[in-house]
C-alpha cells in the first residue's frame, strides 16, 4: 500500500518567514495530494491540493509543488502569521477511492 | 456552507462496551468515511461505504467495527466490544460524487474507553 513520509515533525518560525514542509510517497498510482490543517482539537480541513496533471499551485500565502519523477511534494506558506500555527498533514490517495494516506503531520509554530 | 456533523463530542466508556458514533454528512454527498486518529499521532483511514456497501476497508476495521446508514441522513459507526487501544478521536467524512476529490471531515467524537 502506499506509504506516505513528512518532514520535519515540528517547524518553528518567526512571523513574516516562510515556512516549507516536505513528503515522499511510494505508489506511483497516487495522483491527488491533498494537505490539511488541523488546530488543536479540530476537524482536519483542506488548505490546498494538487492534481498529478500539474507540477505547481498557488492560493495566496500558500503553495503546494509535486514532483511525480522523485515522488515528492512540498507545501511552501510565505509570510507567516501566528493563526498559521497549527499540524499540516500532507496526503496522498489515487483516483478511484480518493482515499487519502496521511503523513505523521507537522506542527507548525510562528512566533509573534 | 453545509458541514459535516458528529455526536456525541465525547463518549467515555468502560471497557467492553459497544458504542455507537453517529455522523450527518453533507446532504447530497454519496461517499462516506470513518477515520481515527490516535492522540498525538496520524488520521488513519478506517473504512468507506458507497451505495449502501462498504466499499474499502482498513485492517484496523477488524469484527468489532460495523457501519450504517439507517435512514437517508445518518452514517454510524459501531463498536461492538471497546479495548482501551480504541480510545482515539474518530472522524467521519463525506465526498461529493466521483468526479469530486475533497473530502470534507466532520469535528470528530472523542472516545475514552477506561
Known amino acids: 500500500g502506499e506509504n506516505v513520509e513528512q518532514h520535519p515533525s515540528t517547524l518553528s518560525v518567526q512571523e513574516g518567514d516562510s515556512a516549507v514542509i516536505k513528503c515522499t510517497y511510494s505508489?506511483?498510482?497516487?495522483?491527488?495530494f491533498p494537505w490539511y490543517k488541523q488546530e488543536l482539537g479540530k476537524r482536519p480541513q483542506l488548505i490546498i491540493d494538487?492534481?498529478?496533471?500539474?507540477g505547481e499551485k498557488k492560493d495566496q500565502r500558500i503553495a503546494v509543488t509535486l514532483n511525480k519523477t522523485a515522488k515528492h511534494f512540498s507545501l511552501h506558506i510565505t509570510e507567516t502569521q501566528p493563526e498559521d500555527s497549527a499540524v499540516y498533514f500532507c496526503?496522498?490517495?489515487?483516483?478511484?477511492?480518493?482515499?487519502?494516506?496521511f503523513g505523521r503531520g507537522t506542527s507548525l509554530i510562528v512566533h509573534p | 456552507e453545509p458541514e459535516v456533523t458528529q455526536t456525541p463530542s465525547h463518549q467515555v466508556t468502560q471497557m467492553g462496551q459497544e458504542v455507537i458514533l453517529r455522523c450527518v454528512p453533507i446532504s447530497n454527498h454519496l461517499y462516506f468515511y470513518w477515520y481515527r486518529q490516535i492522540l498525538g499521532q496520524k488520521v488513519e483511514f478506517l473504512v468507506s461505504?458507497?451505495?449502501?456497501?462498504?466499499?474499502?476497508k482498513s485492517e484496523i476495521f477488524d469484527d468489532q467495527f460495523s457501519v450504517e446508514r439507517p435512514d437517508g441522513s445518518n452514517f454510524t459507526l459501531k463498536i461492538r466490544s471497546t479495548k482501551l487501544e480504541d480510545s482515539a478521536m474518530y472522524f467521519c467524512?463525506?465526498?461529493?460524487?466521483?468526479?469530486?476529490?475533497?473530502?470534507?471531515f466532520g469535528p470528530g467524537t472523542r472516545l475514552t474507553v477506561t
Open positions: 467524512a463525506s465526498r461529493g460524487d466521483g468526479s469530486s476529490y475533497e473530502q470534507y
Open positions: 494538487i492534481r498529478s496533471n500539474v
Open positions: 496526503a496522498a490517495s489515487r483516483g478511484g477511492s480518493y482515499i487519502p494516506t
Open positions: 505508489d506511483s498510482a497516487s495522483n491527488y
Open positions: 461505504f458507497y451505495n449502501n456497501e462498504i466499499s474499502e
